[in-house]
């Protein structure tokens, strides 16, 4: 028996590959099918199943692909409809692969169909658990994102999921190994670990939802509480998992066209498309394509494209660093935007040779910030990080404009204003510069520097203790 945790840093999120004696499971995979196939094939293997934990929303799973190109058997369970063949699977259900068995645990809660997949290894001892979004490291699943207006509220689902760990997955051993599919830095859950895998006894004893003494409403009121605002593209991307997609071979080749500086400016002007620079925040604020808006590859990347970009169907238009273009055309088709068109030959180099019109943003050190401030201590401050990080502390003066939800603040700040933009390390603040400047914000100063930095300056700072200003 092999199991191999193929995890993705950019989403936080864990495929797993199981195999044993020469049949091969694949649990959540990703959108790119290449990995899945190529690990099957050196090891000689065939794929038989790919077990599916619950409808994903921040991801497209690559379940359809990877069922077409292998004729491995798609499986849900229970509760799961689907616009495409699956098998659907009844609670208790088991599955032969080779000489190991995986045994389906509905365990509702974070959604309706959620399940848990329990291995049991060669000699039927309960060997680990592939809980989804059910159980994670630290945490559980947020359980909003599945209610139903009228019928299905959170707080239900929050009730569901306290039975289903306390009557499906707190009853198993406590050498049981738990997988779940995210770890830090999803929005799947709040305070998940950093750690990708642990033993259920060590999370009976660490984990604050798995509490011996809590009770169902204890857990229902933790649960719920401080949840924000899940990212708009969540509900899509469940929907393309329900309903399906473009074949990912499709999307790449249409993406991955080389277009010349000249061939660039023309389907930019002919069409509608997003231009989006995914190279270093250093490198984009010292020169950039008009109007292009930045999100770096090397930030979290997929999460931030769905928080901003709010229409799947956006074509898409790519200045990436070189060698770099496919890699975004997939990262992008990963959380279900299929629609890139091309990207700039050359690169922004190409762009600046060919004697084009370049742009900039005008960016400063902490230090510079901090010369600025005791100049003038009117100056105008927008801090774009997430709510919880305003409110452990920020600059006493700043307005909070939150990146996740700026296009719903616009209507907050002023184009006659200069700001001064920050956020925790400068990636932030660049990508929300860029969309600002795009839309006709100009007096914009972007701080590039740590907020660590921001913090022992002579810039006075303050603990918030009151909700946000600004709706969210």
Known sequence: MKIEQIYTGCLAQGAYYIESNGEAAIIDPLRETAPYINKAKENGVKIKYIFETHFHADFVSGHLDLAQKTGAKIIYGPNAETKYEKHLAKDGEVFQLGNVTIKVLHTPGHTPESTTYLLLDESGKEHAIFTGDTLFIGDVGRPDLAQKSGSVTKEDLAGWLFDSLRNKIMTLPDEVIVYPAHGAGSACGKNMSSETWDTLGSQKATN???????????????????????????????????????????????????????????????????????????????????????????????????????????????????????????????????????????????WKESGKEVDTIETISVDDFEHIYKKDQSIDILDVRKPGEWEAEHISSAQHFALDFMNNNMSAIDKETTYYMHCRSGYRSTVAASILKARGFENLINVQGKFDDIKVSSIPTTTFVCPSTIKQ
């Open 208 to 350: 604050y939802a798995l509490r011996a003494d809590m009770t169902k409403e204890e857990f229902i009121a933790e649960v719920t509480d401080g949840l924000l605002p899940p990212p708009q593209y969540f509900a899509k991307n469940a929907m393309l998992n329900k309903k399906g997609y473009e074949n990912i071979d499709t999307v790449m080749e249409r993406g991955a066209r080389a277009l010349s500086p000249r061939e660039f400016e023309v389907v930019a002007n002919e069409t509608n498309a997003l231009i989006l620079d995914v190279r270093d925040k250093t490198v984009f604020v010292n020169g950039f394509v008009p109007n292009s808006v930045f999100i770096g590859l090397d930030g979290s990347f997929a999460p931030w494209v769905g928080a901003l970009i709010t229409d799947l169907q956006q074509e898409i238009l790519i200045i990436a660093p070189e060698g770099r273009a496919e890699e975004t055309v997939m990262r992008l088709a990963r959380v279900g935007y299929d629609n890139a068109i091309g990207y700039l030959e050359g690169g922004f180099e190409a």
